[in-house]
C-alpha cells in the first residue's frame, strides 16, 4: 500500500468521509478536529511534543459568559498518541480566573503548565502533572504586585523558568521566576530600564550552557520595538539589545538557539503608522551569539483588519506569528496569514533553511477559514515532535468549541495541505545595546488545583492522506473474472493503469494492475500484482547443500491456499539439511499446481594458479586462478592477511614471496601455494673521469656485477638522445647528465645515471681607471665578483708573478696582458689598455696684437680639449682688463702688456698661456692750421679734435704775431675769431695747447694756425 497526499478539503465533505470510509483513519501525518463533548466555549493556548511522537494540547475553557463567574474559566489538557488519537482530556481548576499559555513535557513523562491566575491581584501560575495528568505540585509565583507570566521553560537542572512581566507604578517590566524541581522558588527578578520604558517578555529559552536566552518587546504600546535579553543560568544580566525596523512597532514574539551558537529571532511588526490599519508582517533574524543581526527577512503577512460580527459582537483583527523551532540547523515558523488578501486567515507553516531560503510552505484549513484571534502574547502553537515531525494548533472563529491540531512529517509530503510561497524580502533592522537594572523579588503561595475528566470527541479532516488498499496479490482462476475495488464513496476520482475511470476493475488476465485515487488536489495509489495459477510456483533453479548446513526452499510469492511438500511438510516453507528431490503442491479454489527442486551435494572441484614463472625483480607479475565455474577465491600473504578476492591478483615482485590462493564453491575451501623468488636485475661499479677544462675527454666506464651475462648496454645523454648501443664503456664526454639501460640474458633490466661536472667558464666583471694629468700612474685595473671554475682564483698582469686578489694599481697608459687562472687550472687571459694622460693644450689670441693708446682688444683662448663650462680661469696680469676669472676678456691696456692666464678644468688639470699686447704712447690729436669765421657752417671755429689717448684738453691760448694774447680756455671750447669783443683781423696767429693723455700724462703742443675772412 502506497501513500501520496496533497490538498485542501472542505469540513463537510470530510465528514462524510469519515462515516462511509472506515480506511480513512488517522496515520503518523494527520489533521483533526477536537470538539469539547459539552458544548463550553475554549480557547487554544499551546502545543507540546510528548513521548513517542504524541502531543500536549493546552486551552482555557471559558463559562464566564455563562455562569457570571469570573473565575469560570479553566485549564485543559488534551493527550493525543502520535496518530492524533485522543487519549485523555483533562481540566484543571485552581479556583481563579486562570490564562494559561504554556504547557510543556517533562522528562519523566509528565507535563507543566503555566500562565497568570487571579490572587488578591494578578499572579503568576505553574502546576506540574504526571504521565496521565494527575497534579503533583501546584505554584502560585509572584508578591502583592502584579505578575503576568506568558512563557514558561524546562531547565536542565530539573527546575522550571518562568518569563512576563511586572506591573510597577502602573510600568510594566521584564519578570523571570526560577523554580526547583518540586515548584520551590530559587529566585525571582525584576529587570528594570532607567528611562522607565516598559517592557514584557513572550518566549525563552535555554541554552546548552545553562544561561537563558529571553525575547518579548521594550516601549510604549503601538511604539514597541523587540526585545532579546540574554542572562546566566543566576539570571544575571548578559547583554540586552532592541531591534527596529523603519519605526514601526515590533515585538519578539519567539526566540530559538541554532547549533551553532547563533540565535533566530521571530518578530511581530506592524507595517503602517496607524496601528489600526490591521498591516502587519513577521520578521525572522539571525542573530551572532553576542545578538548582532547577520541577516533579516520580512514576510507581510496582512494587509488590512479582517471584521465579521460573530453572536451579536463585531470583531476586528490581523495575522500574527505564532510559533518557532529549530529542526538541526533548518528554521521552522508558524503564522496565521492572509497572504491572497482573501479576508480570510489561515494557518502558514514556513521551513527555512539558515540563510533564510525557503524550503517548502504549506497551508492548512479551507479556503475562507478565519482564524480565531490570539491575544498579545502571540501564542506558542507550534512544535517538534518526538518522531521528526511538525504540529500546529490553531482554531475557527466559528469552531469556539472545537480546536484543530495538524501533525505533518519534516518533508512535508504526508499530509494532502496545499503548498505556498510566500516572498521574502531582505531587510536591516536597527539594533541599540540596552542596560538593565536587576532586582530581586520573592513571593510563591502553594495552591491546590482539581482535576476532572472532560470529554472531547475527535473528528480526522479528510486532508489527512488517502489511502488506498486493493489488497494482497492474488491468483485469477481460469476464465474467472477478478473484480478490483478502490471505491472509497462519492467525492473521489479514479484512473487506472489502463485509463478507465470507474471505481472498480474487473480482471481477466494476469499482470499488475494500479489505481490513483484523488479527491481534489489529493491522491493516493496502490498497486495488485494478479497471477494465474501456473505461475504461483517458483522454487528456482537446483540447490547445493553444503555438509552440516541448512536450505530454506519457498517460492518466491506467497498465494492463500494450501502447500503440500513431499516429505509430508505444510506450508510455503522447508527447510532441509539432506540432498534430495523436493516437490511443493500448491492448491487452491483454482486448481493445483506442483514445482520440483533438486537439491545435490557438493561436486569436488580442482583449480590451479599460473603466472608463477620466475620474473625479474621490481616488475610487475599478474598470478590467475583457473578452476571451474562457480568457484570464489581468496589471495592471502603467507601470514594469512587478505590480498584480493578476485580471480587475478597482481603486484610487484621486490622480493621472494609466497602467496596462498584459497578457492571454494561455497561448501569446501581448497588451497594452493604459489612461491616466486625474484631474478636478480644487473648491477654496476662505475668508474669515472671527470673532463676537463672546457673539453669532451670525460669517460665512464661499468663493471657489471650480477645478472645473467651476457649483457647489452644502451647510453643515453641527458636530453635522451642515443649515444651508443653496446659496451660497458663510454668516452669523449662533455660534463653533463647520462644514463645507461643494461639488460642481462634474462631480460632483467636496470638502469643507472651519473653526472659529470659542467666546468663553468670563468666570468667576471671588468672595471678599469685610466692615469689622468694629476696622476700619470694611478691608473687600475680590477677583476670582481669571479665565477665559473673552481676556486681559489689566481690573477697576473704581464707575466708578473700570480697573485690571489684580482686588482691591479698604479699603472701608466699603455697596453696590459691579464691573466685569471682557477684551482683546476682553467684560465682565460685577454689584452686591455689603458688611455694616456692627454697633454692640456692653451694659447691666447686677438685680433689686434698692437693698440694705440686708448684703444682696446677681445682675448680670445684655444685648448686642445673640450671645455665644458665647469673650468676656472685666472688672469694673472690685470691691468686694462675687462674681467679677471672669465675665457674672453677686453684688454685696454696703458703701455705695452703681456697678460698671463691660468685655466684649470674640471678634474684639476691645470694650462697657462701669455700674450703680449703692444701699446703706442704717442698722443694722438688733429690741430687745424687755418679757419673761417664767416658762419657759413663750415670750419667756422678753431677746434682740437682729439684722439682715445686723449683724456681731456687742459687750456687753449691764441697769441697775434707781435705775441699778445688774444684768446684763452680751459677745455676745447673753440676760438671764433673775435678778440675783445671786435674781429681779429685775417693772418697768422700762433696756438699753445695743453692736453692730458689716459695714462696721465700731461703734453704742450704749438703751431700756427691761419685766420681766413
Same mark, same amino acid.
Given at each position: 500500500?502506497?501513500?501520496?497526499?496533497?490538498? @485542501?478539503?472542505?469540513?463537510?465533505?470530510?465528514?462524510?468521509?469519515?462515516?462511509?470510509?472506515?480506511?480513512?483513519?488517522?496515520?503518523?501525518?494527520?489533521?483533526?478536529?477536537?470538539?469539547?463533548?459539552? =458544548?463550553?466555549?475554549?480557547?487554544?493556548?499551546?502545543?507540546?511534543?510528548?513521548?513517542?511522537?504524541?502531543?500536549?494540547?493546552?486551552?482555557?475553557?471559558?463559562?464566564?459568559?455563562?455562569?457570571?463567574?469570573?473565575?469560570?474559566?479553566?485549564?485543559?489538557?488534551? %493527550?493525543?498518541?502520535?496518530?492524533?488519537?485522543?487519549?485523555?482530556?483533562?481540566?484543571?481548576?485552581?479556583?481563579?480566573? /486562570?490564562?494559561?499559555?504554556? @504547557?510543556?513535557?517533562?522528562?519523566?513523562?509528565?507535563?507543566?503548565?503555566?500562565?497568570?491566575?487571579?490572587?488578591?491581584?494578578?499572579?503568576?501560575?505553574?502546576?506540574?502533572?504526571?504521565?496521565?495528568?494527575?497534579?503533583?505540585?501546584? %505554584?502560585?509565583?509572584?508578591?502583592?504586585? !502584579?505578575?503576568?507570566?506568558?512563557?514558561?521553560?524546562?531547565?536542565?537542572?530539573?527546575?522550571?523558568?518562568?518569563?512576563?512581566?511586572?506591573? =510597577?507604578?502602573?510600568?510594566?517590566?521584564l519578570f523571570v521566576a526560577?523554580?526547583?524541581?518540586?515548584?520551590?522558588?530559587?529566585?525571582?527578578?525584576?529587570?528594570? !530600564?532607567?528611562?522607565?520604558?516598559?517592557?514584557?517578555?513572550?518566549?525563552?529559552?535555554? !541554552?546548552?550552557?545553562?544561561?537563558?536566552? @529571553?525575547?518579548?518587546?521594550?516601549?510604549?504600546?503601538?511604539?514597541?520595538?523587540?526585545?532579546?535579553?540574554?542572562?546566566?543560568?543566576?539570571?544575571?544580566?548578559?547583554?540586552?539589545?532592541?531591534?527596529?525596523?523603519?519605526?514601526?512597532?515590533?515585538?519578539?514574539?519567539?526566540?530559538?538557539?541554532?547549533?551553532?551558537?547563533?540565535?533566530?529571532?521571530?518578530?511581530?511588526? /506592524?507595517?503602517?503608522?496607524?496601528? !489600526?490599519?490591521?498591516?502587519?508582517?513577521?520578521?525572522?533574524?539571525?542573530?551572532?551569539?553576542?545578538?548582532?543581526?547577520?541577516?533579516?527577512?520580512?514576510?507581510?503577512?496582512?494587509?488590512?483588519?479582517?471584521?465579521?460580527?460573530?453572536?451579536?459582537?463585531?470583531?476586528?483583527?490581523?495575522?500574527?506569528p505564532g510559533g518557532l523551532q529549530v529542526d538541526g540547523a533548518d528554521i521552522v515558523l508558524y503564522t496565521r496569514a492572509d497572504t491572497d488578501n482573501s479576508d480570510d486567515l489561515r494557518p502558514n507553516l514556513l521551513k527555512l533553511n539558515q540563510d533564510g531560503d525557503l524550503i517548502w510552505g504549506r497551508e492548512f484549513s479551507e479556503p475562507g477559514f478565519l482564524h480565531f484571534p490570539t491575544g498579545g502574547d502571540f501564542g506558542d502553537n507550534l512544535t517538534l515532535t518526538t518522531d521528526n515531525h511538525y504540529a500546529i494548533l490553531y482554531q475557527g472563529v466559528e469552531e469556539r468549541q472545537s480546536l484543530r491540531v495538524a501533525k505533518i512529517d519534516a518533508a512535508a509530503q504526508n499530509l494532502c495541505v496545499s503548498p505556498v510561497t510566500p516572498a521574502f524580502t531582505d531587510i536591516s533592522l536597527a539594533v541599540a545595546p540596552r542596560a538593565f537594572n536587576e532586582t530581586d523579588e520573592a513571593g510563591q503561595t502553594a495552591v491546590t488545583t482539581n482535576v476532572r475528566n472532560r470529554t472531547f470527541t475527535a473528528s480526522p479532516i479528510a486532508n489527512a492522506s488517502i489511502e488506498i488498499d486493493l489488497g494482497p496479490d492474488t491468483i485469477l482462476c481460469a476464465n474467472a473474472t477478478l473484480t478490483l475495488d478502490s471505491d472509497l464513496g462519492p467525492g473521489f476520482t479514479y484512473l487506472w493503469q489502463d485509463g478507465s475511470t470507474a471505481p472498480t476493475l474487473a480482471v481477466t488476465e494476469e499482470g499488475a494492475y494500479s489505481v490513483t485515487v484523488a479527491q481534489d488536489e489529493c491522491s493516493a495509489t496502490d498497486t495488485i500484482l494478479v497471477a494465474t495459477l501456473s505461475s504461483v510456483l517458483a522454487l528456482g533453479p537446483d540447490a547445493t547443500l553444503c555438509d552440516g548446513e541448512s536450505l530454506t526452499l519457498a517460492p518466491a510469492i506467497t498465494y492463500n491456499g494450501d502447500y503440500n511438500w513431499n516429505t509430508g511438510a505444510t506450508g510455503s516453507n522447508l527447510t532441509v539439511d539432506q540432498p534430495g528431490t523436493y516437490i511443493l503442491v500448491f492448491t487452491n479454489a483454482c486448481g493445483t499446481v506442483a514445482d520440483t527442486v533438486d537439491v545435490n551435494a557438493p561436486a569436488p572441484f580442482a583449480f590451479s594458479i599460473s603466472g608463477a614463472e620466475p620474473a625479474c625483480a621490481n616488475t610487475a607479475v599478474t598470478l590467475s586462478a583457473a578452476g571451474g565455474p562457480g568457484l570464489t577465491y581468496e589471495w592471502q600473504d603467507e601470514n594469512g592477511n587478505n590480498l584480493s578476492d578476485s580471480a587475478a591478483y597482481s603486484f610487484t615482485l621486490d622480493a621472494a614471496a609466497t602467496l596462498l590462493l584459497l578457492a571454494t564453491d561455497g561448501c569446501t575451501i581448497a588451497t594452493e601455494v604459489a612461491n616466486l623468488s625474484p631474478l636478480p636485475t644487473p648491477a654496476v661499479e662505475a668508474t669515472l673521469q671527470e673532463p676537463g677544462c672546457g673539453t669532451s675527454d670525460g669517460n665512464i666506464s661499468l663493471e657489471v656485477e650480477q645478472g645473467q651475462p651476457p649483457f647489452s648496454f644502451e647510453w643515453e645523454d641527458g636530453s635522451g638522445n642515443l649515444l651508443a648501443q653496446e659496451g660497458g664503456s663510454i668516452g669523449n664526454l662533455s660534463g653533463g647528465s647520462y644514463f645507461v639501460t643494461i639488460t642481462d640474458a634474462a631480460g632483467c633490466t636496470a638502469g643507472f645515471s651519473w653526472e659529470l661536472p659542467i666546468l663553468a667558464p670563468l666570468s667576471f666583471e671588468l672595471e678599469i681607471s685610466n692615469p689622468d694629468c694629476l696622476a700619470p700612474d694611478g691608473g687600475s685595473i680590477a677583476l670582481n665578483n669571479v665565477t665559473g671554475g673552481a676556486s681559489p682564483y689566481r690573477f697576473s698582469l704581464d707575466g708578473a708573478p700570480v697573485q690571489e686578489q684580482g686588482l691591479f694599481v698604479n699603472l701608466s697608459g699603455g697596453a696590459y696582458n691579464v691573466l685569471l687562472a682557477d684551482a683546476n687550472g682553467c684560465d682565460t687571459a685577454f689584452t686591455l689598455a689603458l688611455a694616456e694622460p692627454q697633454p692640456f693644450g692653451l694659447s691666447i689670441t686677438t685680433g689686434t696684437p698692437a693698440l694705440s693708446l686708448g684703444d682696446s682688444a677681445l682675448l680670445n683662448i684655444q685648448s686642445n680639449r673640450l671645455l665644458d663650462g665647469d673650468e676656472t680661469f685666472e688672469w694673472s696680469t690685470t691691468d686694462g682688463l675687462s674681467c679677471t676669472d672669465c675665457p674672453t676678456p677686453f684688454a685696454a691696456p696703458l703701455r705695452t702688456t703681456e697678460y698671463l692666464l691660468t685655466l684649470t678644468d674640471s678634474d684639476g688639470c691645470q694650462a697657462t698661456a701669455s700674450l703680449r699686447i703692444e701699446v703706442d704712447s704717442n698722443s694722438k690729436i688733429y690741430?687745424?692750421?687755418?679757419?673761417?669765421? =664767416?658762419?657759413?657752417?663750415?670750419?667756422?671755429?678753431?677746434?682740437?679734435?682729439?684722439?682715445?689717448?686723449? /683724456?681731456?684738453?687742459?687750456?687753449? /691760448?691764441?697769441?697775434?704775431?707781435?705775441?699778445?694774447?688774444v684768446y684763452e680756455a680751459a677745455g676745447n671750447a673753440g676760438w671764433d675769431g673775435n678778440t675783445n669783443g671786435s674781429q681779429a683781423g685775417p693772418g697768422l696767429y700762433v696756438y699753445q695747447v695743453v692736453i692730458t693723455l689716459v695714462d696721465g700724462r700731461q703734453e704742450t703742443l704749438s703751431g700756427e694756425v691761419a685766420l681766413v675772412r
Open positions: 500500500m502506497n501513500l501520496i497526499s496533497r490538498s @485542501i478539503h472542505s469540513l463537510s465533505i470530510l465528514i462524510f468521509c469519515l462515516a462511509a470510509c472506515p480506511s480513512f483513519l488517522f496515520g503518523q501525518a494527520f489533521e483533526a478536529l477536537y470538539t469539547h463533548a459539552e =458544548n463550553d466555549s475554549v480557547v487554544i493556548a499551546d502545543i507540546a511534543a510528548a513521548e513517542n511522537g504524541g502531543l500536549w494540547v493546552l486551552a482555557t475553557v471559558d463559562r464566564t459568559a455563562t455562569t457570571n463567574d469570573i473565575n469560570a474559566s479553566d485549564g485543559l489538557v488534551l %493527550r493525543l498518541n502520535a496518530q492524533g488519537e485522543l487519549l485523555w482530556s483533562k481540566e484543571y481548576d485552581a479556583g481563579t480566573f /486562570q490564562s494559561l499559555n504554556g @504547557i510543556q513535557g517533562t522528562p519523566d513523562g509528565g507535563f507543566i503548565i503555566g500562565g497568570t491566575t487571579t490572587t488578591e491581584y494578578f499572579d503568576g501560575y505553574l502546576a506540574k502533572a504526571d504521565a496521565n495528568g494527575e497534579i503533583e505540585w501546584a %505554584r502560585f509565583v509572584g508578591d502583592e504586585e !502584579l505578575q503576568r507570566i506568558y512563557d514558561i521553560n524546562t531547565t536542565s537542572d530539573g527546575g522550571y523558568l518562568l518569563v512576563g512581566h511586572y506591573l =510597577n507604578f502602573f510600568r510594566t517590566n526560577k523554580l526547583g524541581p518540586n515548584g520551590e522558588e530559587l529566585w525571582s527578578k525584576v529587570y528594570t !530600564l532607567p528611562n522607565d520604558e516598559e517592557q514584557t517578555a513572550y518566549s525563552v529559552q535555554q !541554552l546548552p550552557d545553562g544561561s537563558f536566552l @529571553i525575547c518579548g518587546s521594550n516601549g510604549e504600546l503601538f511604539n514597541e520595538d523587540a526585545l532579546v535579553v540574554k542572562l546566566s543560568d543566576t539570571g544575571s544580566l548578559l547583554w540586552a539589545n532592541t531591534y527596529d525596523y523603519q519605526g514601526f512597532a515590533n515585538s519578539g514574539a519567539a526566540i530559538a538557539p541554532l547549533p551553532s551558537g547563533e540565535i533566530i529571532l521571530l518578530q511581530a511588526t /506592524q507595517l503602517s503608522d496607524d496601528p !489600526l490599519s490591521g498591516a502587519t508582517g513577521l520578521i525572522v533574524s539571525r542573530l551572532d551569539e553576542g545578538g548582532d543581526e547577520r541577516w533579516s527577512r520580512l514576510l507581510p503577512i496582512d494587509e488590512a483588519l479582517t471584521t465579521i460580527t460573530f453572536n451579536g459582537l463585531n470583531y476586528a483583527f490581523s495575522a500574527s690741430i687745424p692750421n687755418a679757419f673761417s669765421p =664767416n658762419e657759413d657752417g663750415r670750419n667756422d671755429r678753431f677746434l682740437l679734435y682729439p684722439g682715445k689717448g686723449v /683724456q681731456s684738453v687742459d687750456r687753449v /691760448q691764441i697769441f697775434n704775431r707781435w705775441g699778445g694774447l
